[in-house]
């Protein structure tokens, strides 16, 4: 069982509609969570952190359940330029610290 | 800017050669990593760095091989050992290992193919 897991997707879905991505990690030392955008062939960028209380910018909400050790991603009124990969990034207080991806989840949002 | 600058961008390999993917970065971070990404996948740890003159192996370590000389830069070197690189190479940098709640800063990436 791989440490960080994500539905791979494809979502496709039409602008405007909502859409959740959900992650759930088996190592339950994390600290740190965080989602990340990847466009074809660039490199990922932090989309956002994620809090224990749950977080909220602009579109996006992220929730964490550490009892179920999974966080998810909302996209409310989504846009074409939300197109993109997502990945769900996990990191322990050991270790280094050591940041751990999951495969990432394709989204298309269609006109 | 400060930012984080890979090059090349697209490099090729011969069947037993080694080749060098170059890292650098402005940003006065500690700490910095190099990850292999393979089509349809998440990142994996080859190497990282905490501090200048020190290194660990990631995940999967065989075949590459780094140093950190310089705080501004870390090189990977892919050798003849490592029987499938192809692959896109990401390199980042955080200000301190170890740190909860710590982003890595990307650089762009390099895509390397075998001929």
């Known amino acids: 069982r791989k440490e960080v897991e994500q539905d791979p997707g494809p979502f496709n879905v039409p602008e405007g509609a909502t859409v959740a991505f959900n992650c759930t990690y088996s190592n339950s030392a994390s600290q740190s969570f965080f989602w990340y955008r990847q466009d074809c062939r660039k490199e990922p960028k932090l989309l956002m952190s994620v809090y224990s209380s749950g977080n909220e910018d602009g579109r996006f909400t992220a929730q964490l359940n550490r009892a179920s050790q999974y966080i998810s991603l909302l996209i409310r009124d989504s846009k074409l330029s939300d197109s993109a990969t997502y990945l769900c990034?996990?990191?322990?207080?050991?270790?280094?610290?050591?940041?751990?991806f999951g495969d990432g989840t394709t989204l298309t949002v269609k006109p | 800017d400060g930012g984080i600058t890979q090059s090349p961008k697209y490099l090729f390999r011969k069947e037993g050669q080694n080749v060098t993917l170059s890292c650098e970065q402005n940003?006065?971070?500690?700490?910095m990593y190099w990850y292999r990404q393979d089509p349809g996948q998440g990142l994996r740890l080859i190497y990282y760095?905490?501090?200048?003159?020190?290194?660990q192996k990631g995940d999967i370590a065989e075949g590459y091989s780094v140093s950190r000389e310089k705080k501004e830069s870390f090189p990977l070197t892919v050798t003849s050992a490592q029987k499938n690189p192809t692959a896109f190479y990401l390199c980042?940098?955080?200000?301190?290992?170890?740190?909860?709640?710590?982003?890595?800063?990307f650089g762009s990436g390099t895509q390397l193919s075998v001929l």
């Open positions: 980042a940098s955080s200000i301190r290992a170890g740190v909860t709640n710590e982003k890595l800063f």
């Open positions: 940003l006065n971070h500690d700490a």
């Open positions: 990034v996990v990191k322990a207080n050991t270790n280094a610290g050591k940041s751990t």
């Open positions: 760095s905490q501090i200048v003159n020190d290194f």
